[in-house]
């Protein structure tokens, strides 16, 4: 027999659905993100966006109905580390380093997690994380918390990245940042992308989506209203009514 999953996509959702009682905070939401692509998503606040990363890594609920695949394999039954060991990594909205540990050492953490046989492996993995998100080498054994905004998130990507990921799932990694700031995150997620992992990006600074993505998905209380490339998605009057009420241009 043929091998099934060697056509598949790299990672695809069917139909995920997460109810909580009454409310569906995600619905019925199914999409293919293909090896190689930067997949934005974007919505309004309380669209669902980072409940559907929750329920795709299983942290810290897993979906109420649907499937997840990773290279064709379900992996929705998986356990939180399981996935990260499969290869989907994500970041959080909030920082999620450990603080009193140094940068050097966060990222440290995550290569043994993520399962780097042996400290020596780890700790290469970790320097090169390091050095892919340009990461000052001379603040590597500062604490977390004594860190600048920025700094910290390129902390919370590059020990993502440490573990070596398929997917890297991004969750609003340019909250709090200035415009400077911004414009050197998407430096930073084109360089992760050129190391060859696939991204999706979750963000609300839709400059930032259009110019870092190669599709983009819309989600309005919880389900996906627009998807496609992101100029085309941007002016769908769908899109429009959801940000601002009304048909009017996003951008």
Not at 89 to 105: I, P, V
Not at 206 to 222: A, C, K, T
């Amino acid at each position: 027999m043929a091998d099934q999953t060697h056509d598949a996509p790299l990672l695809e959702a069917r139909n995920l659905t997460r109810r909580f009682g009454a409310l569906v905070a995600v619905d019925d939401v199914s999409f293919i993100v293909e090896k190689g692509q930067v997949f934005g998503i974007a919505g309004p606040n309380g669209s669902g966006k980072s409940t559907l990363f929750n329920i795709i890594t299983g942290v810290p609920f897993r979906p109420s109905s649907g499937q997840v695949f990773l290279s064709g394999q379900p992996i929705e039954r998986l356990r939180p580390h399981q996935i990260s060991r499969a290869g989907i990594l994500r970041t959080f909205q909030k920082d999620a380093e450990f603080a009193t540990l140094s940068a050097r050492e966060n990222a440290y953490a995550s290569a043994v997690f993520c399962g780097q046989s042996d400290s020596r492996s780890a700790h290469a993995a970790a320097e090169q994380a390091l050095d892919d998100v340009s990461f000052d080498k001379g603040r590597r054994d500062r604490a977390a918390w004594a860190l600048s905004v920025f700094e910290r998130k390129q902390l919370m990507i590059a020990s993502a990245i440490a573990g070596r990921p398929k997917v890297l799932l991004l969750d609003e990694p340019a909250a709090g940042l200035t415009r400077p700031e911004i414009a050197d995150l998407a430096r930073l997620v084109r360089t992760v992308h050129e190391r060859g992992i696939t991204v999706v990006l979750i963000e609300h600074v839709l400059p930032l989506l259009l110019d870092v993505s190669q599709h983009l998905m819309i989600l309005n209380q919880g389900a996906i209203i627009a998807s496609g490339k992101p100029q085309e998605v941007v002016r769908n009057p769908l899109v429009m009514e959801a940000y601002l009420g009304k048909r009017e241009a996003v951008l």
